[in-house]
């Protein structure tokens, strides 16, 4: 069974980076998600949570998880990001609607926006761009994956805005 | 998991944490071994929890080879502590992640200061992984929490724990971004449910520690199974704390064997907490044990001991928070929540323009936590459009308004049910008919939750292997009933969530008398009931009524039984009361019945119920209970 699973996460993973080939950052959502996978993320000392994790615990598409679990690379602040953007895709565009919430506190944390003024000026470009985001019918379409991805690369532009740290 | 004792550069200063030596010891391994043998390290309780070892036996439960020094380890206590001896003292070599004093931090630690010897700072500056894992988070509090039951999945009927790794909320930390570590069983996808608890049951399935951001257990646990939480956050030294971190880093990823009525998620964690505590507050051995149960310890050890840092903090699931959000809506604005939620396509735009500021945030609010709570994972890909479509239209609607809190909304606190009885129920008294002998009454049962008790389980009722005997003037003994499953859920809230059922349930099986005095018949019944309930605007007061559809045995037949009943609780005394009748496709006379009982309850484990039965069999009993 866990043989069939990875194929087809395989499968899934292929058809996210062709999905998400064309996104403007340096690394984007889809290269760490598919490089590092979620598992490995969230729980980077535990080998094989990284795998069922990504498995059993995605509510939609999903991607490949590896010995890539130890790398430097899955390890920095933008894979924290979107790590727990992933995650949280839900909780967060509504904490971002609000202005509020312990979610947006979180991503502002993670995003390295530690200052109050940051944390304004973050708040309100990641507002501004979500507005923007929402007007995009891939946004309300979208597959979870998909949905993360937009948000992360507002994350990141917002935080880039604001001077933050991430 | 990246674990990091912010305190821990202090740390290194201060005597005691790096095992600093009065006097240093020679660093022979064949001497050291030798005295550790003669202070009885290996048979030493923290030795022992550290290894995760029964004190019976000196062997431990792990099944993963990485665990011990040597891949071919017989596992026992006594050979690992001569192993991480002699390893902790090689040299370290050219592969250092591979070296027992980055493997074995927590050994290292507790030998050291055990037999006070100097191999420098612990952890080893070279573990790199080591040092890059704890450097992650800072930690400030250790909290151990409690998750509440839910029926959902029967390996979580009895609720959950997991450990949580908190930062300095004053530095700007989030809850969020904690640290958690989790035990539970590794179940294949899609596997058959009788397998799963066969397997559960009786063994099959292999379990670990594995480390995760909180977030990802809060996604599970709060949103998508809304289920409630209590921390308990622990009053550790930093020298407990760094002893506990560093087992963590030994346990992670480590295998069991996985057995969900004992060697469960509140065994392991208990022991890490007994580690980190150096208490015995798991059992040594028990054919169950309850996540309920650890924390019942842990209040008990608190009132002697103060290892809680506070009372347990509750953590409202979403769901809750969500009726907390709808409850603090005004009548008119909950008429305009219930209309939205209906057809998902209100004009928010002209129904919200004329409300004052406050209100018309404090729908948008609701009506944004609604749509969360509806689809928590949020892949439009496997939700409702109509939801989907709903949200987004809610949100553009609030990105309209500045950025802006609502007014607090103020949340009902639910006690710990570690603060109400344990499970375990012993229980005597006398039960009479009318004018009639009393007999002696006997009752015991692991887990017994009962309605109107004292149990700190919300709206409900469990019971699992609940025996009840009746021994007569003549002494004769006589199974009066044997309840073997009665789960009851009421979902009884108010205000309730708009276009959701909010149906009650149950399940019974059991065995009973029944029939006239001297002419009973042990008759077994299974049923399944489905109802509603209501939380009356009385304080403590809540009503329901359930449908039970069942079959019975001697004679056989399918029945009916529709049942109302009532609950009411105030301080030390609580009540219930249920009104039943039956019918049996078969029979010509369809039974009748009532029961009325009432508790009052003295501390945690004493109560005396009053239990006055109407059926063929009416009785008045008077109950002394004791909660183990």
């Not at chain 1, 290269?31 to 990504?54: D, H, Q, R």
């Not at chain 2, 070599?93 to 070296?99: D, I, K, S």
């Not at chain 2, 009726?323 to 909950?334: F, I, M, P, Q, W």
């Not at chain 2, 002209?350 to 994972?377: M, Q, V």
Request: aromatic share 10%; net charge negative; hydrophobic share 45%.
């Amino acid at each position: 069974m866990a043989k069939n699973g990875f194929r087809s996460l395989s499968i899934a993973a292929g058809m996210a980076l062709a999905l998400l080939g064309g996104s403007a950052q340096a690394r984007d959502f889809g290269s760490i998600y598919t490089e590092c996978g979620l598992g490995a993320l969230i729980a980077p000392k535990t080998a094989w949570v990284a795998v069922v994790t990504n498995i059993t615990w995605d509510l939609g598409s999903t991607a490949i998880s590896s010995d890539l679990s130890t790398a430097d690379s899955c390890k920095g602040g933008k894979e924290k990001v979107a790590a727990f953007v992933f995650q949280s895709v839900a909780q967060l565009e509504t904490d971002i609607a609000r202005g509020e919430g312990e979610h947006l506190a979180a991503v502002s944390s993670l995003a390295g926006c530690s200052a109050t003024n940051t944390q304004v000026s973050f708040g309100n470009g990641l507002r501004s761009e979500f507005s923007q985001v929402l007007a995009n019918p891939a946004y309300e379409s979208g597959n979870r994956m998909e949905k993360a991805s937009m948000l992360f690369d507002s994350v990141q532009n917002s935080a880039t805005a604001a001077q933050c740290g991430i | 998991m990246r674990i990091h004792v912010i305190f821990w550069g202090l740390l290194w200063a201060c005597a005691g944490l790096r095992a600093q030596p009065v006097a240093p010891v020679v660093l022979d391994a064949t001497a050291l071994v030798q005295r550790a043998y003669a202070m009885g390290l290996d048979r030493h309780p923290q030795w022992l929890r550290l290894l995760h070892a029964s004190a019976k036996t000196g062997v431990s439960d792990v099944v993963s080879p990485e665990f011990y020094v040597k891949p071919d380890s017989d596992h026992h206590a006594h050979s690992e502590l001569r192993e991480t001896l002699v390893a902790l003292l090689e040299p370290m070599g050219v592969n250092a992640a591979r070296h027992a004093r980055c493997r074995f931090p927590a050994r290292h630690l507790w030998l050291a200061r055990q037999l006070n010897f100097d191999t420098g700072t612990i952890p080893d500056v070279r573990c790199q992984a080591l040092n890059t894992w704890r450097d992650g988070h800072p930690v400030q509090t250790v909290s151990l929490l409690l998750v509440s039951g839910y029926f959902g999945n029967p390996a979580s009927t009895f609720g959950h724990a997991l450990l949580r790794f908190g930062s300095d909320r004053s530095q700007g930390g989030n809850s969020l971004l904690d640290v958690s570590l989790n035990f539970g069983a590794l179940v294949p996808e899609d596997v058959n449910m009788l397998s799963y608890i066969y397997k559960g049951v009786f063994g099959g399935y292999q379990a670990g520690f594995s480390d995760k951001d909180f977030y990802a257990n809060d996604l599970v646990y709060s949103r998508t199974e809304n289920r409630d939480m209590w921390s308990y956050d622990l009053n550790l030294t930093p020298a407990q704390v760094q002893l506990l971190a560093l087992h963590v880093w030994e346990i992670s990823g480590q295998k069991f064997d996985y057995y969900f009525l004992n060697k469960n998620c509140a065994w392991r964690l208990a022991d890490l907490i007994d580690l980190a505590l150096d208490q015995a507050l798991r059992p040594e051995d028990s054919p169950w044990f309850l996540p309920v149960e650890y924390f019942h310890r842990l209040e008990a050890l608190n009132e002697a001991a103060s290892v809680l840092l506070r009372p347990a903090q509750f953590i409202p699931s979403y769901e809750r928070a969500l009726v907390s959000r709808l409850g603090a809506l005004n009548e008119s604005n909950l008429a305009l929540f219930e209309q939205q939620v209906r057809n998902h396509a209100v004009d928010l735009d002209d129904k919200t323009a004329k409300l004052p500021s406050l209100e018309r945030l404090a729908l948008f609010d609701a009506l944004l936590a609604y749509y969360t709570w509806k689809a928590p994972g949020g892949d439009s890909s496997i939700l409702d459009p109509v939801v989907v479509g709903a949200k987004k239209r809610v949100m553009l609607a609030r990105l309209q308004y500045p950025a802006q809190a609502a007014s607090p909304v103020a949340e009902t606190l639910i006690p710990s049910p570690a603060t109400g009885s344990p499970p375990m129920l012993w229980a005597g008294g006398l039960r009479a008919p009318p004018g009639g002998a009393p007999t002696v009454m006997l009752e015991w049962s692991p887990v017994s939750y009962e309605a109107g008790g004292h149990h700190g389980i919300e709206g409900g009722q469990m019971s699992v292997a609940d025996l009840r005997m009746q021994i007569n003037a003549q002494g004769d003994a006589e199974l009066d009933a044997l309840t073997v499953l009665k789960i009851r859920k009421l979902h009884a809230r108010r205000p309730n969530i708009p276009g959701e059922d909010g149906m009650s349930w149950q399940v019974d099986i059991a065995w009973q008398q029944e029939g006239d005095v001297g002419m009973t018949t042990l008759r077994p019944h299974a049923a399944y009931g489905l109802g509603y309930a209501h939380q009356f605007a009385a304080q403590g007061w809540q009503g329901f009524g359930l449908l039970n559809v069942g079959v019975i045995g001697a004679p056989s037949a399918a029945y009916l039984e529709p049942l109302v009943g009532a609950l009411w609780r105030a301080g030390p005394w609580s009540a219930a009361i249920e009104l039943r009748k039956r019918f049996e496709d078969n029979a010509v006379v369809h039974l009748s019945s009532g029961v009325f009982n009432l508790h009052y309850r003295w501390g945690h484990v004493y109560a005396v119920k009053l239990e006055a039965s109407f059926n063929d069999r009416p009785s008045l009993g008077l109950f002394w209970q004791w909660y183990q």
